[in-house]
């Protein structure tokens, strides 16, 4: 079994930054393509950003492009997502989830092809 923790979350104001990280332990390997979903009050689970488990390649949402960053340290198990600007439209509960799949330089943003998932933090951001 992989468990992901997430932490970081709280709660901010408009145009503060945050930073929310993702840990991975158990039954872990070098590797996991990695990514960030978020689920806002009421709605479905929707793609945030991913990252290769090689490569270094990401893939951001329109939605967040050029305002979150995805990132990851393999050495520390750990992925994390820089948040700036933030909007009250982020406000969330944000989710990193894994992939049980071969190394590879893909990036993933669909929530079928993930096999893990956190439990998700909550992210809030004020007017």
């Known amino acids: 079994q992989v468990q992901l923790l997430e932490s970081g979350g709280g709660l901010v104001q408009a145009g503060d930054s945050l930073s929310v990280s993702c840990v991975a332990s158990?039954?872990?390997?070098?590797?996991?393509?990695m990514g960030w979903f978020r689920q806002a009050l009421g709605k479905e689970r929707e793609f945030v950003a991913a990252i290769s488990s090689i490569g270094g390649n990401t893939v951001h949402a329109d939605s967040v492009k050029g305002r979150f960053t995805i990132s990851r340290d393999n050495a520390k198990n750990t992925v994390y997502l820089q948040m700036n600007s933030l909007k009250p439209e982020d406000t969330a509960v944000y989710y990193c989830a894994a992939v049980l799949r071969p190394i590879s330089s893909r990036v993933f943003q669909s929530r079928n092809e993930y096999d893990y998932w956190g439990q998700g933090i909550q992210v809030t951001v004020s007017s």
């Open positions: 158990g039954r872990t390997r070098s590797g996991f393509a």
